[in-house]
């Protein structure tokens, strides 16, 4: 059965502090691996990767994709207090199919 | 340009009952899905729309579930009768093209929330 799995669950630092979020998978006819923010309700994109070793950039955030291993990680650096939020991991199959999702990390970022 | 729209935002209902959920996806966008989240459980797919018709139903739960999307513009997710495992947030999402999954344009809506006691 396919499946993806984020850890840690949840994590709580400091502003300032640099984090790691992980993303395992185990998908048929993988796709794309996209990280989504979800703060208050709405899930919003952040990242999409469809290739191994290309780090994708967004100001602090950033993001890899390794297709051997199958996992993905999304960094945070210099985290601050509006960062707190559930970070989802999810996979898409085929051309047009549905998305696999991890059960997100909840980052939780202390002033 | 107005995001995609859910309706309520919360319901409580008693096992037993009706309840029908609304989607408004973000205008012209064909693709419309529906997802649902179980408390302390992943994010789940239940359903695709191209327009009006149903693309993939393959996450439906079982039959006391119907979705539709007649003329292809809202839609709307009824469960009957409503089951005490059937509580959590149902998120609608929409995108302007089927292989948008893939690539960040699949727009979700703030989801809602039911609570089946």
């Known amino acids: 059965e396919d499946k993806v799995v984020q850890s840690p669950l949840s994590l709580v630092v400091h502003e300032g502090d640099t984090v790691t979020l992980n993303c395992s998978y185990e998908?048929?006819?993988?796709?794309?691996l996209l990280w989504y923010k979800q703060e208050k309700k709405a899930p919003t994109f952040l990242f999409m990767l469809t290739s191994s070793g290309i780090e994708k950039k967004s100001g602090r955030l950033s993001s890899i994709l390794d297709k051997k291993e199958l996992f993905s990680i999304l960094n945070i650096t210099a985290t601050q207090t509006g960062d707190s939020a559930v970070y989802l991991c999810a996979v898409g199959r085929g051309s047009q199919g549905n998305l696999i999702f991890g059960k997100g990390t909840k980052l939780s970022v202390k002033p | 340009e107005a995001g995609v729209t859910q309706f309520p935002s919360h319901s409580v209902i008693e096992k037993g009952q009706t309840v029908t959920l609304r989607c408004d996806p973000i205008?012209?966008?064909?693709?419309l899905y529906w997802y649902r989240r179980v408390m302390g459980k992943e994010i789940k797919f239940l359903l695709h729309?191209?327009?009006?018709?149903?693309?993939?139903e393959s996450g439906m739960p079982n039959n006391r579930f119907l979705a539709e999307r007649t003329g292809g513009t809202y839609s709307t997710l009824k469960v009957q009768p409503a089951e005490l495992e059937d509580s959590g947030v149902y998120f609608c999402a929409s995108s302007p093209r089927p292989g948008g999954v893939n690539t960040g344009e699949l727009f979700f809506g703030e989801g809602s929330r039911l609570t089946v006691l």
């Open positions: 998908v048929t006819n993988f796709r794309s």
């Open positions: 205008s012209g966008h064909d693709n």
């Open positions: 729309f191209v327009k009006e018709s149903k693309q993939d």
